[in-house]
Every structure is written in structure tokens, then in C-alpha cells.
């Protein structure tokens, strides 16, 4: 306070510095907002960038800011964070207070989400709006071209940019939970500035002029000197970016809210392939970059353009949103549709032509197009992305979740519903335009989804769950046939179209027909449709019917892999229950199985018990749905399954995954992939190397086991000999020694690679094993055969010698009647 004017914008910027490593975050707030109350715009204009990346982080990841993302409810600071970036807070108080006085502030290009980028440096203007008028041209190249945007944008910019911005958390710690501060902030703005009830509030706040203002408005006409394109504006009109100073002050308002969404739509969506930005570019947008193009190649000496100006190279690192990232996407779709379904019954009913502002509030308006224009082509082009690239694990539930949001808006109209009436409740038919204008994100989609199921391990109850929420969704009544009727509309053949059309649309009373006005509805629909395929996927596409031929043959195939993976849940279950019985207790008597090669047991933890049945559960009724919606006969689903079933038991369910054999052995197919990967047939691992060299079991001593091993190598290497003669003889002799030796030819072999068939020729050699000795169960059975011999007053060598001899006429016997016991 005490320090002269032009000295105060540099004090405080250093004192914002210094209190970022002094002072804890209850002080810093509370000081700041003395500051904001206290000093003038002037001032303040200073030290807002270094505020904006002290609160939210620098761009570039480096500076980590108040870490909202990891903020959580338990935090001490957590309510100090929401209170200070809230709505009517101090920082939004500072952003209007700025915005009263036109400050710019300016962001690098390099920031921006690559496809605007990629625009913006082949010298043509972004599609979107929110970048009109706001490139600044610096006299040193592309490299460091910069926006200029007013104060809100900046601060709504950066807020943004913080959850897509690239961070080293803390080990153990991690950006997903939807209570952090970031979650809820993001919730808090959408519910201000997007609100379902009311209009948006006015600023709180006020500047000496009495108002906060709107930016200026943009002009209609943006030249690109010095880069090649002279031509008016490639972009369509838009009616809510063009503030008019004479507006109402409803209309003044409007423009915080459509900023605040263009830019969470641009930061968090605007991320796909080089080719698709090819692809969906408009034809004005393609004709200027072919003059840009033409206009540079013509020049005699072109001007230096660095390695990554150009658009294939600002592609060199795809996008990869993470799971957070889409969960916050999640509240942004929920968000708007609930948005959108406060539009009143009547302005919704009444016709887009029939509209003016003098009767509808801009809020409304804005209501009206909210979702068709702002969102949908970036969403899908986010969920394509998304579902083309997402492991194939059960993290994939929060893009799926998205997507059944986006498609589902009946969902979010404010009614309340019973939960178990809800299951089994009709679309509304009013919501068959909707379908109809977003006919990719049913049909596309679903058809990405298929491709996914079929590759994905449907034991897994988790990825059980997702087949059975989409087949649930999609097997809603009325949406199959809405469905159904937006491809019809689709495949209207255009001379069909255009002999439908009248010459001129004349209401009944000025002596048209009803027919012609059905005609006219009919060919209203037809253009609706066609136009949102064609913006999606170029004019070119190749649609594929979602209730085709093709894509009936990919469900079939997806119900045979559910039945599959049924039985081989069933299988996993079953084998599940035999093992706890034998690892029981009781087995430790010996009644119980006790092969060294079981190492590991294949089921995990989520694929046993309770979840196998979840699994089982979620895929019948998954079956169900799919025959429903697709209108399958139960009759031939039921012979494909028990025909499937019949195959599968063949060979007792122990049929290897599908191979050829190769010149060194097994080479697995890709079906044989497949089957590996859905858990529906795996090879048979045992342990293959020196039986006496396996890793020590829980269940044995370790101490016994390295002591009976040198016992028992001291005497393999002194009468290893004599252990070979006696194992070769054909008679009785030599197959007790087999017995007792253990022989590897009296194994069962399997399937072995080159590798492991060379390891085994050097074990090939008869041997004494003294391993089961050193076992738990062996040490117990023992003290209880000694303890009986006490008790009926026997004596140590005694007990010895009985337990020998009882040994040496098992072995007998197992020798005389083994084979016929194993046919038995």
C-alpha cells in the first residue's frame, strides 16, 4: 500500500511469488482477497496471469498449481479452494473487475488442441467462433503465434486446460475421484452458467461504469494477410457470438455461458485423428487451404517453415484422454441434456422458422441448439477415439457410461421416475428427432462396440456388465424402431426425394393438402438425417445398416462368444469349488490332491466365487436383450447354444486354443488368440524343467526341502548307475523301480516347445525324490502314525519300520493293479 503507483503492480507480483513457498493456503486466500478488494483493475492486471498459473498450473505441466484434481473433501483445503474459485467468489470477482477494463491476455497457439492448431498454421481460420478476431501475428513467424482473449476466456482457458494438462502425481495418488475439487468446481460452473431453472445471474459484481461488458463483436469477415488467403469469413454464422451493444442485458449475459462451453467443448473434445480434421473439414475451409496452398508453391522464394508447422506434424503424438478426463466429460453431456430438457413444452413445440428474439430469451434459444450444435460432432468424433484406442479392460466402463448418457436424454428431464418402472419404460416418441439427428452415435457406435465385445474377456464380470448396459439400453421399447426409421430416412434414394417434393409448401388454408404438408415433414426429416451422417463421416461414407445383414452376422457372433464364455465361467466355477474341497483340511490327510504342478491357479480374484455368477447373470440377461432387440428366433439361439455347448464338453473342456504346427513347434492362429484372450481355451501349463528345482511351496518346509534335496543328489550321483539298469528292465522289477524312482516316461507328456523338449532329455534320468518328506501334511501324518505306534506301545524303530514296510506294499500293489486302476 505504502509503495508509490507504478512500483505496486511489480510488489505485488513478487509478494505473489514469494507467498506461493511462506505462506499456508488459508493466508495466501485470505490476503488475496484483500488485494482484489482493495487495488484497481490497473493494478491487478499485472499479477492475474501469475494468479491464473499459481491457481490451475502452468500449460506445459511443469508448475502443478493448487493440484485441484487431487484436492478431496478430506483435504483441509478443500473448502478454502471452493470458496475462493467459486462463481461468486474472489477470483471470478477479479475476472470481472478485469473484464470491465477490455484487458487481453495473450495464450500460445502451441496449446491449442491439435486440430486447431494444425488449422490455424496452414493459415486458415478455426471452425470454431471462440478463436475469431483473436490471433495476434508476431513479426517472427508462425512458431509464436498468440491468442488474445479477454479475461474470462483466459481464466475459463486455463481452467480448462488443467484437467487434460500432463502431471507427475505423487506415488499412490491419483487424478479420478469425482470428489475432488476440480470434479465439483466443474459441476458448480456448469449449474451457474448453464443453469436448468431461472436465467443466468447477473455479475455480482460491478466495475465505476456500473456493468460488466461482453467482448466486442466479432466481425464477419477475417482476412489472413500475409499468409496466402484473402477471402471473407470460411465460417458459418452464429448468432450467439455477435453481442450487439444495444442488446437487452440478457443477451449481455448470454455470452459467458456460451464461452464457458465452447471452451470445455474445445479443450476436452476437440482431440482425434489427422484424418478425420481432413476429412471434416468444410469445402470453403479445403478451398482456402488449397489457395494457401497454391499461393505459397507459386512464390519464388518460400518462406523457412520449421518442422512442425505443418498439420501432419503437429500429429506425431496422438491424444490418450484418461479415465478421469472422460468422467468429466460424463457431468458435461448429463449436464447439457438436462440443460436442453428445461426448454419450455411450448418453445420446444413451436418451429424453428416461427421463432424471434422478441418472444424467445436468448437463454432459450441457446437451450434450443445446445446439444446438436456445440457438442455432438466433437463427442463423437471423442467416443470414436476412444473406442477405437481404450485397453480392452474394464476402464473402458467410464466411456461406455458416456456414451449411454449421450444417447439416453429422456433420462435427464427432471421427472422422477421408479427405478424398476424405469427399466421397462417406452421412449417417449418425442424423442424420435433426437435419434434420428444423432443416428451415428446409435448405429456407429454400437457397431465399434461389437468389434470391442468380441475381442474383450467376457469371464470378467466387470466386462460382462458392459455388454449387458449397452444390450439394456439399446433393448429399451420404441428405440430399436426409432432406430430402424432413421435408417430408412437415411437410404431414401435423393430422386425419390426430390419427386416428394412440392413446389411449394401451402397450408391447408391457402389451398395445399395435408398430404403435401406430410410430404414436407417426411422431407424434413430425410435432410436432417442425411445432413448429420454426412457432416459426421464426409459424403463419401459407406453406411452399414445397425439391423443389416453384415452387422446381424457380427451379433450372432457376439451371442457365441457370450455362450462361451458362460460355460467357461460355469467351468471356472466348477473347477473353483473341486479346489477349495481338496485344499481343505481334509487334505491335508491326504484326501485331497496334492500335484506339484498346479503352481498357480488360473481363476483371479475377481473371476471366482460370487463374481462368476454375477457374470453368468449379467450375459443371460444380456442374451436376452440381444435377441430382443435384433428379433432373433429363440428356437435356433437355443440349438446354437447347445450345439456350441456340445463342442466345447468334447475332450472334457481341455481342447488346446487353435494352432499349426510350426517348423519349432506350436504357432498359435488368430482365432487361437481370440480364445486365449476371451478365456475360453488356454493351453495346459505345467512345470516342464527339474521337478526337485521347483520353486518352495507354502506348504513345505523350506529347511527340509534344501537338506532332503543333497541327501537325495548324493545318492542319485552314487548309484545313479544301478537306479537306470533296474528302471530299464521290462519286468516286474523294473517297473516298481519306475514306481518309486519317478520315472518321467510314466508321466503324461504334453505338447512342448523346442526349447523345454531340449531342457527335459537332460532330466530324463531315473532319480530318488525326498521332497514329499519335507511337506507339511507328510510331517503331520508321520507324528500321528508315531503317536498311534506309542499308544499301542511301539517303539520308534518299530513305527519306522511298519511305515516302510506299509510304503513298499503300496508300491506293490500300485505296480500289479496300476493300469487297471487308471482305466477305472
Same mark, same amino acid.
Given at each position: ?13 513478487? #509478494? ?5 513457498? +511462506? ?30 498459473? +499459481? ?66 498454421? @496452414? ?97 464477419? *469477415?477475417?482476412?489472413?494477410? /500475409? ?25 449481455? @449475459?448470454? =455470452? ?9 467443448? @474445445?479443450? =476436452? ?28 508453391? *507459386? ?90 484406442? =481404450? ?46 439427428? #444423432? ?17 474383450? $474377456?467376457?469371464?470378467?464380470?466387470? !466386462? ?42 401451402? +397450408? ?79 487334505? =491335508?490327510?491326504?484326501?485331497?490332491? *496334492?500335484?506339484? !504342478? ?5 481363476? @483371479? ?14 450375459? $443371460? ?30 475332450? #472334457? /473342456?481341455?481342447? &488346446? ?32 524343467? $527339474? ?22 543328489? &548324493?545318492?542319485? $550321483? ?5 537306479? #537306470? ?11 516298481? /523301480?519306475?514306481?518309486? &524312482? ?83
Amino acid at each position: 500500500m505504502a509503495a508509490p503507483t507504478l512500483q505496486q503492480p511489480s510488489f505485488l507480483l513478487a #509478494n505473489l511469488k514469494a507467498d506461493t513457498f +511462506t505462506k499456508p493456503l488459508l493466508q495466501r486466500c485470505q490476503d488475496l482477497v484483500k488485494i482484489i478488494d482493495d487495488y484497481p483493475a490497473k493494478e491487478l492486471h499485472a499479477i492475474f496471469p501469475c494468479l491464473v498459473e +499459481t491457481v490451475f498450473g502452468s500449460l506445459d505441466g511443469i508448475i502443478a498449481g493448487w493440484n485441484l484434481r487431487l484436492l478431496h473433501s478430506r483435504s483441509n483445503e478443500y473448502n478454502i479452494v471452493l470458496e475462493f474459485l467459486k462463481p461468486s467468489g474472489p477470483m471470478m470477482k477479479l475476472v470481472y473487475k478485469l473484464q470491465a477494463e477490455e484487458y487481453k491476455y495473450e495464450i500460445p497457439v502451441n496449446y491449442l488442441p491439435g486440430p486447431v492448431k494444425a488449422c490455424i498454421q @496452414e493459415g486458415v481460420l478455426p471452425d470454431c467462433p471462440l478463436f475469431h478476431n483473436k490471433l495476434q501475428f508476431p513479426l517472427s513467424g508462425l512458431l509464436t503465434l498468440n491468442l488474445a482473449l479477454n479475461p474470462f476466456e483466459f481464466f475459463m482457458f486455463n481452467f480448462a486446460y488443467c484437467l487434460i494438462t500432463p502431471k507427475s502425481y505423487p506415488q499412490g495418488q491419483q487424478g479420478s475421484s469425482t470428489d475432488s475439487a476440480y470434479f465439483v468446481l466443474v459441476d458448480t460452473y456448469l449449474k451457474y452458467f448453464l443453469p436448468s431453472e431461472g436465467s443466468v445471474p447477473p455479475s455480482p459484481f460491478s466495475d465505476s461504469r456500473g456493468s460488466v461488458t461482453a467482448p466486442s463483436p466479432r466481425s464477419s *469477415s477475417v482476412s489472413f494477410a /500475409g499468409y496466402g488467403v484473402h477471402s471473407p469469413s470460411l465460417l458459418k454464422h452464429h448468432i450467439f457470438h455477435q453481442p450487439s451493444v444495444n442488446a437487452d442485458p440478457a443477451a449481455q @449475459e448470454i =455470452w459467458r455461458s456460451e464461452t464457458l462451453l465452447q471452451m470445455f467443448v @474445445e479443450i =476436452w473434445l476437440h482431440h482425434y485423428s489427422l484424418e478425420m480434421y481432413q476429412k471434416l473439414q468444410s469445402p470453403q475451409v479445403k478451398l482456402a487451404l488449397l489457395q494457401y496452398r497454391l499461393s505459397m508453391s *507459386s512464390m519464388p522464394c518460400q518462406p523457412y517453415a520449421p518442422p512442425g508447422s505443418g498439420t501432419r506434424h503437429t500429429y506425431q503424438e496422438p491424444f490418450s484422454p484418461t479415465e478421469e478426463h472422460v468422467l468429466v466429460v460424463r457431468l458435461l453431456v448429463k449436464h447439457l441434456h438436462a440443460f436442453s430438457n428445461s426448454l419450455k413444452p411450448e418453445q420446444l413445440s413451436s418451429s424453428p422458422s416461427a421463432h424471434s428474439h422478441t418472444h424467445t430469451s436468448p437463454l432459450e434459444e441457446f437451450k434450443r441448439v445446445v446439444v446438436q450444435r456445440f457438442v455432438q460432432q466433437k463427442l463423437y468424433l471423442f467416443l470414436q477415439n476412444c473406442f477405437g484406442h =481404450w485397453p480392452l479392460d474394464a476402464s473402458f466402463r467410464a466411456v461406455l457410461e458416456t456414451w449411454l448418457s449421450y444417447i439416453q436424454p429422456w433420462r435427464y428431464t427432471g421427472e422422477k421416475t421408479n427405478p424398476q418402472q424405469d427399466q421397462n419404460r417406452t421412449v417417449p416418441d418425442k424423442w424420435e428427432s433426437f435419434v434420428q439427428e #444423432n443416428l451415428l452415435m446409435y448405429t456407429k457406435l454400437f457397431q465399434v462396440f461389437l468389434n470391442r465385445a468380441v475381442r474383450t $474377456d467376457l469371464v470378467n464380470a466387470k !466386462n460382462a456388465l458392459m455388454v449387458f448396459r449397452v444390450a439394456k439400453v439399446f433393448a429399451q421399447p420404441n428405440l430399436a424402431e426409432m432406430i430402424q426409421k432413421g435408417e430408412q430416412l437415411f437410404l431414401e434414394p435423393e430422386h425419390v426425394l426430390h419427386h416428394r417434393q412440392p413446389r411449394g409448401y401451402l +397450408t391447408p388454408s391457402q389451398g395445399g393438402s395435408y398430404v403435401s404438408s406430410r410430404q414436407r415433414v417426411v422431407t424434413d426429416m430425410v435432410f436432417r438425417v442425411k445432413s448429420h451422417v454426412y457432416a459426421l463421416e464426409g459424403q463419401d461414407c459407406q453406411y452399414k445398416q445397425m439391423f443389416g445383414t453384415e452387422l446381424r452376422g457380427a451379433v450372432m457372433k457376439l451371442i457365441q462368444i457370450i455362450a462361451q464364455a458362460r460355460q467357461t465361467a460355469k467351468r471356472i466355477s466348477d473347477h473353483s469349488s473341486v479346489a477349495t474341497a481338496n485344499n481343505s483340511f481334509m487334505s =491335508w490327510f491326504g484326501l485331497g490332491s *496334492s500335484d506339484h !504342478n498346479n503352481t498357480f491357479n488360473g481363476a @483371479e480374484a475377481e473371476d471366482s466365487g460370487e463374481c462368476l455368477k454375477k457374470t453368468h447373470e449379467f450375459l $443371460d440377461r444380456a442374451l436376452e436383450n440381444l435377441c430382443q432387440i435384433f428379433k432373433l428366433n429363440q428356437g435356433q439361439l437355443t440349438q446354437l447354444i447347445s450345439n456350441l455347448g456340445s463342442s466345447e464338453d468334447d475332450g #472334457n /473342456g481341455k481342447q &488346446l486354443p487353435d494352432c499349426i504346427q510350426g517348423e519349432n513347434g506350436l504357432i498359435l492362429t488368430d482365432l487361437g488368440r481370440k480364445q486365449i484372450i476371451s478365456g475360453l481355451r488356454r493351453f495346459d501349463i505345467r512345470y516342464q524343467g $527339474d521337478p526337485e528345482l521347483q520353486p518352495i511351496r507354502s506348504y513345505e518346509n523350506a529347511l527340509l526341502v534344501r537338506l532332503l534335496y543333497r541327501i537325495s543328489s &548324493l545318492i542319485n $550321483d552314487r548309484f545313479g548307475g544301478h537306479m #537306470n539298469a533296474l528302471c530299464s528292465r521290462p519286468d516286474f522289477l523294473g517297473r516298481l /523301480g519306475r514306481h518309486y &524312482l519317478a520315472d518321467p516316461d510314466s508321466t503324461t507328456q504334453l505338447k512342448q516347445s523346442p526349447l523345454s523338449r531340449r531342457t527335459l532329455e537332460r532330466n530324463r534320468q531315473p532319480r530318488l525324490s525326498l521332497r514329499p518328506l519335507a511337506s507339511y501334511r507328510t510331517i503331520l501324518l508321520l507324528l500321528i502314525f508315531y503317536a498311534l505306534g506309542a499308544v499301542l506301545s511301539l517303539g520308534p524303530v518299530s513305527s519306522t519300520l511298519l511305515i516302510l514296510s506299509g510304503g513298499f506294499l503300496l508300491g506293490l500293489v500300485m505296480t500289479l493293479f496300476g493300469d487297471k486302476l487308471k482305466k477305472h
